[in-house]
């Protein structure tokens, strides 16, 4: 069945400001426009611009479940959000954020999608016909009577999609939901939410990942600073003008930081050799990987790819020993004096942020080494000089900025001058302009730090070209492929196999490298 | 997925995929009973048999090391603190220190009483999803807002457990070596740093809790509305049986004991039931 959208109106929304609690200035400004349902919309905008926000204002969370002050009005099919219930928003309007880990309340895939139903007091041989169709409209039948941990990133995506979907909203509000899947696994969703659309279902979406997004979208909102600057069609000239002036469209200068891979005249000294290395958790029957074998040189920047479950992280994890291989064997040079072997930088780099400020943030390891005073301080007035922010320095670590956050964890990692660090997922969230900071302040650590290696786990392609030196392709359990990220991009056929890229999909700029496409033209495809 | 690695599935038993109301009748049953029995028989019978169950439900090898650690440290402190504190034909256990053999022996007898309750409600916890677990609260008549958040506490612990292990790790590539009694060379107790550390995993469970609640509260939960239990909660088989049993055991129990205080305390005593008291007495 497919319905052409109609000029039925969806969301209507009056002057909306809100202003958080304990803030002055207000995140969203005065922001009006209304949108047809079974319509596709992007809501862009860098990190901090208020997309989660606006998402939060048309789910009714604000003012509903929230302490700032809200001024306007947001109508949902004629439901002023203002005082509505939350089972009355429910049945309108679903939301999907960006972490499915944290949204996951039961530890039954059938339990899940039942969780909503049974908050709306549906009878049980009801419950179970909607969760059927919701299971086998994701592709999820398979996995109903399987533990929500066991499923991987993009299967939870799917699943909170599938929960949100039973409960029967005609709005479907989604924040990043790109953010953790691997390319394959974001196309497949965005085909998924594209069949929705069809069905009648009115979609908005909060996201980075514009290349994949825009060619599919009927509008797109731009927001810049908390206000509202552009909002029309994607193909709008303007529209991509202001996109690229809310610095949600980046353009891609090619590699960050240099890349020598030796001390000058030296030949590089191997920091790391990893020989038949192999890893199987207790009661899964297939091993994440096995016969793993790779060397890392200092000054080398080596990424880890492969699809969401391909046991990236894992082998992070295996380096600094927080998973026990149980075969094979890694060596990993000595550090020299004031240094240490291996530093880690998690997927949350919160975990490592727990310091009174962030000076005693980065002089912590130095200290734990025993360094003089004075070395200490050139540490971290080094580092701080890489974070490009000496302000920083008396503030505490976690009441910054994500981005932030994520720059003073690594900076802390690199004030012991690790052999090599390990960084996990470290761009996952990030908008373009912050992962390109990010991966700059790394190169300028890397330098401070005299030849460390850097080792990182990633599923995109961008930083691969623009930041690493080497590639290592990890695919059903196997290291497939060890080379140059040049290689790498240019074997459509390996990048197709641990789905990195989806058959029919073209690279997008990042990956290509090349400009964004000229103002006023066509950058993606035909309207529909 | 994270650094931080999968969570294994488990694997069920039979005892463990039984009706989640039957495990809280048990849990409830060993509960009344660990306070209410007094001989030293008893106590070690409750203790098997929670010992038992709880053989039965599966547990893996690690899972039973960590509850061994539970259950030696609830004996021990027991022990340790009637050794110190006995006062009745005491007999020191090392000459010169002020712990007492008989204060030993009747410590380790009274932890018998946690320790059958420990294993229970663990045995409850660990064979139990926390969705089933929370429809069984609710159909026992728990507010929904509590039990809510006790099962909610449940499915989160392995998360916040798996993050701990990540901050340490951090901490040590970073040079990090607990010294717990001896101040570390800049002046800062390594207790200073064990309480610091707490605060990035508080952090990050109070962004998961507020991620949590948005979540929750789109997806229209509410509790003060009622709400559906799916799948329905049935009993079948031998499952009802076994309830009532449970209930007529702990109500018999309870009536036995009942009855023989009154008569210890000279407030009621029926000669027809001097066979009661006497097994009583003896055996409870």
Same mark, same amino acid.
């Given at each position: 069945?497919?319905?052409?959208?109609?000029?039925?109106?969806?969301?209507?929304?009056?002057?909306?400001? $809100?202003? $958080?609690?304990?803030?002055?200035?207000?995140?969203?400004?005065?922001?009006?426009?209304?949108?047809?349902?079974?319509?596709?919309?992007?809501?862009?905008?860098?990190?901090?611009?208020?997309?989660?926000?606006?998402?939060?204002?048309?789910?009714?969370?604000?003012?509903?479940?929230?302490?700032?002050?809200?001024?306007?009005?947001?109508?949902?099919?004629?439901? =002023?959000?203002?005082?509505?219930?939350?089972?009355?928003?429910?049945?309108?309007?679903?939301?999907?954020?960006?972490?499915?880990?944290?949204?996951?309340?039961?530890?039954?895939?059938?339990?899940?999608?039942?969780?909503?139903?049974?908050?709306?007091?549906?009878?049980?041989?009801?419950?179970?016909?909607?969760?059927?169709?919701?299971?086998?409209?994701?592709?999820?039948?398979?996995?109903?009577?399987?533990?929500?941990?066991?499923?991987?990133?993009?299967?939870?995506?799917?699943?909170?999609?599938?929960?949100?979907?039973?409960?029967?909203?005609?709005?479907?509000?989604?924040?990043?939901?790109?953010?953790?899947?691997?390319?394959?696994?974001?196309?497949?969703?965005?085909?998924?939410?594209?069949?929705?659309?069809?069905?009648?279902?009115?979609?908005?979406?909060?996201?980075?990942?514009?290349?994949?997004?825009?060619?599919?979208? %009927?509008?797109?909102?731009?927001?810049?600073?908390?206000?509202?600057?552009?909002?029309? =069609?994607?193909?709008?000239?303007?529209?991509?003008?202001?996109?690229?002036?809310?610095?949600?469209?980046?353009? %891609?200068?090619?590699?960050?930081?240099?890349?020598?891979?030796?001390? %000058?005249?030296?030949?590089?000294?191997?920091?790391?050799?990893?020989?038949?290395?192999?890893?199987?958790?207790?009661?899964?029957?297939?091993?994440?990987?096995?016969?793993?074998?790779?060397?890392?040189?200092?000054?080398?920047?080596?990424?880890?790819?492969?699809?969401?479950?391909?046991?990236?992280?894992?082998?992070?994890?295996?380096?600094?020993?927080?998973?026990?291989?149980?075969?094979?064997?890694?060596?990993?040079?000595?550090?020299?004096?004031?240094?240490?072997?291996?530093?880690?930088?998690?997927?949350?780099? =919160?975990?490592?942020?727990?310091?009174?400020?962030?000076?005693?943030?980065?002089?912590?390891?130095?200290?734990?080494?025993?360094?003089?005073?004075?070395?200490?301080?050139?540490?971290?007035?080094?580092?701080?000089?890489?974070?490009?922010?000496?302000?920083?320095?008396?503030?505490?670590?976690?009441?910054?900025?994500?981005?932030?956050?994520?720059?003073?964890?690594?900076?802390?990692?690199?004030?012991?001058?690790?052999?090599?660090?390990?960084?996990?997922?470290?761009?996952?969230?990030?908008?373009?302009?912050?992962?390109?900071?990010?991966?700059?302040?790394?190169?300028?650590?890397?330098?401070?730090?005299?030849?460390?290696?850097?080792?990182?786990?990633?599923?995109?392609?961008?930083?691969?070209?623009?930041?690493?030196?080497?590639?290592?392709?990890?695919? %059903?359990?196997?290291?497939?492929?060890?080379?140059?990220?040049?290689?790498?991009?240019?074997?459509?056929?390996?990048?197709?196999?641990?789905?990195?890229?989806?058959?029919?999909?073209?690279?997008?700029?990042?990956?290509?490298?090349?400009?964004?496409?000229?103002?006023?033209?066509?950058?993606?495809?035909?309207?529909? | 997925?994270?650094?931080?690695?999968?969570?294994?599935?488990?694997?069920? @038993?039979?005892?463990?995929?039984?009706?989640?109301?039957?495990?809280?009748?048990?849990?409830?049953?060993?509960?009344?009973?660990?306070?209410?029995?007094?001989?030293? !028989?008893?106590?070690?019978?409750?203790?098997?048999?929670?010992?038992?169950?709880?053989?039965?439900?599966?547990?893996?090898?690690?899972?039973?090391?960590?509850?061994?650690?539970?259950?030696?440290?609830?004996?021990?402190?027991?022990?340790?603190?009637?050794?110190?504190?006995?006062?009745?034909?005491?007999?020191?256990?090392?000459?010169?220190?002020?712990?007492?053999?008989?204060?030993?022996?009747?410590?380790?007898?009274?932890?018998?009483?946690?320790?059958?309750?420990?294993?229970?409600?663990?045995?409850?916890?660990?064979?139990?999803?926390?969705?089933?677990?929370?429809?069984?609260?609710?159909?026992?008549?728990?507010?929904?807002?509590?039990?809510?958040?006790?099962?909610?506490?449940?499915?989160?612990?392995?998360?916040?457990?798996?993050?701990?292990?990540?901050?340490?790790?951090?901490?040590?590539?970073?040079?990090?070596?607990?010294?717990?009694?001896?101040?570390?060379?800049?002046?800062?107790?390594?207790?200073?740093?064990?309480?610091?550390?707490?605060?990035?995993?508080?952090?990050?469970?109070?962004?998961?809790?507020?991620?949590?609640?948005?979540?929750?509260?789109?997806?229209?939960?509410?509790?003060?509305?009622?709400? @559906?239990?799916?799948?329905?909660?049935?009993?079948?088989?031998?499952?009802?049986?076994?309830?009532?049993?449970?209930?007529?055991?702990?109500?018999?129990?309870?009536?036995?004991?009942?009855?023989?205080?009154?008569?210890?305390?000279?407030?009621?005593?029926?000669? !027809?039931?001097?066979?009661?008291?006497?097994? !009583?007495?003896?055996?409870?």
């Amino acid at each position: 069945m497919t319905q052409e959208p109609s000029g039925e109106s969806a969301i209507e929304v009056r002057g909306l400001s $809100y202003t $958080y609690a304990g803030r002055t200035s207000p995140t969203i400004e005065d922001a009006s426009f209304s949108l047809a349902a079974r319509r596709w919309t992007v809501v862009a905008g860098r990190t901090g611009s208020g997309k989660s926000t606006l998402l939060r204002a048309l789910a009714g969370l604000i003012p509903n479940q929230a302490a700032g002050a809200m001024r306007g009005q947001v109508t949902l099919f004629g439901l =002023d959000t203002r005082g509505a219930a939350p089972l009355a928003l429910a049945r309108h309007v679903g939301l999907v954020l960006q972490s499915p880990d944290d949204q996951i309340v039961t530890t039954m895939v059938e339990n899940e999608v039942a969780f909503g139903l049974e908050n709306l007091g549906l009878p049980p041989d009801h419950i179970a016909r909607q969760v059927t169709a919701s299971l086998a409209a994701l592709g999820l039948s398979d996995c109903r009577w399987q533990g929500t941990q066991t499923l991987s990133g993009g299967q939870k995506q799917r699943l909170m999609l599938a929960s949100i979907l039973a409960m029967g909203p005609r709005l479907l509000l989604l924040d990043e939901p790109l953010a953790q899947l691997d390319p394959a696994g974001a196309q497949e969703l965005l085909e998924e939410l594209e069949r929705l659309r069809r069905l009648g279902l009115s979609i908005v979406i909060a996201e980075h990942r514009l290349d994949d997004l825009l060619p599919r979208a %009927d509008r797109v909102l731009v927001l810049d600073g908390g206000r509202l600057i552009a909002d029309g =069609d994607p193909r709008d000239a303007n529209v991509h003008s202001a996109l690229r002036g809310a610095g949600a469209l980046v353009d %891609d200068d090619g590699a960050i930081g240099a890349r020598s891979s030796s001390r %000058d005249g030296d030949v590089p000294r191997r920091i790391l050799d990893v020989e038949q290395l192999a890893c199987q958790f207790a009661g899964q029957p297939k091993p994440v990987w096995s016969e793993v074998s790779f060397g890392i040189d200092e000054g080398e920047r080596v990424a880890v790819v492969g699809a969401n479950g391909s046991g990236k992280s894992t082998l992070l994890a295996a380096i600094v020993g927080i998973v026990r291989p149980q075969a094979g064997y890694m060596m990993l040079a000595a550090p020299e004096a004031g240094t240490t072997a291996v530093g880690l930088v998690p997927q949350n780099p =919160d975990l490592t942020l727990f310091s009174r400020t962030v000076h005693d943030e980065l002089a912590f390891g130095p200290r734990r080494l025993r360094l003089d005073a004075a070395e200490v301080a050139d540490r971290v007035h080094e580092a701080a000089a890489a974070l490009g922010n000496l302000q920083l320095l008396d503030e505490p670590p976690l009441a910054l900025s994500q981005g932030q956050r994520l720059c003073v964890a690594v900076a802390a990692a690199m004030t012991l001058r690790p052999r090599l660090l390990l960084l996990d997922e470290p761009t996952t969230g990030q908008d373009q302009a912050r992962m390109r900071h990010l991966l700059a302040t790394v190169s300028r650590l890397l330098v401070a730090s005299r030849n460390s290696a850097v080792l990182f786990s990633t599923h995109d392609l961008r930083v691969v070209r623009s930041f690493a030196t080497r590639a290592l392709v990890l695919h %059903d359990g196997r290291l497939v492929a060890d080379c140059t990220p040049a290689e790498l991009l240019a074997d459509e056929a390996l990048l197709r196999r641990a789905r990195l890229r989806v058959a029919g999909h073209q690279p997008n700029r990042g990956e290509r490298g090349s400009a964004l496409a000229p103002e006023g033209g066509r950058a993606h495809e035909a309207p529909r | 997925m994270s650094i931080i690695g999968p969570i294994e599935a488990r694997q069920e @038993t039979w005892l463990a995929r039984r009706d989640p109301r039957l495990k809280l009748a048990w849990l409830v049953a060993v509960s009344i009973a660990s306070v209410l029995v007094d001989s030293h !028989a008893a106590l070690v019978a409750l203790f098997i048999a929670t010992f038992v169950v709880a053989l039965a439900l599966g547990w893996r090898p690690r899972t039973w090391l960590a509850v061994g650690v539970v259950l030696l440290i609830v004996a021990w402190g027991t022990a340790l603190s009637q050794a110190m504190f006995y006062y009745d034909n005491r007999t020191p256990l090392v000459p010169g220190l002020p712990l007492y053999r008989e204060g030993a022996v009747y410590g380790l007898i009274q932890s018998l009483r946690m320790l059958a309750m420990i294993l229970a409600g663990l045995g409850v916890c660990l064979s139990t999803g926390p969705d089933r677990l929370l429809a069984a609260l609710v159909a026992v008549r728990v507010p929904v807002a509590v039990s809510f958040m006790a099962v909610t506490a449940l499915r989160f612990l392995p998360t916040v457990a798996n993050e701990w292990a990540v901050v340490r790790r951090s901490c040590r590539l970073r040079g990090y070596r607990p010294r717990l009694w001896a101040p570390s060379r800049e002046g800062v107790n390594s207790w200073r740093i064990e309480v610091a550390l707490v605060v990035p995993v508080v952090a990050a469970a109070l962004r998961r809790a507020s991620t949590l609640a948005t979540s929750l509260t789109t997806r229209g939960f509410d509790a003060t509305q009622p709400r @559906t239990a799916y799948p329905p909660l049935a009993m079948s088989g031998v499952e009802p049986w076994l309830l009532v049993a449970l209930v007529l055991a702990t109500f018999a129990l309870s009536a036995a004991k009942s009855l023989f205080w009154l008569a210890e305390a000279g407030l009621y005593r029926m000669p !027809a039931l001097q066979g009661l008291y006497d097994l !009583a007495s003896q055996w409870l």
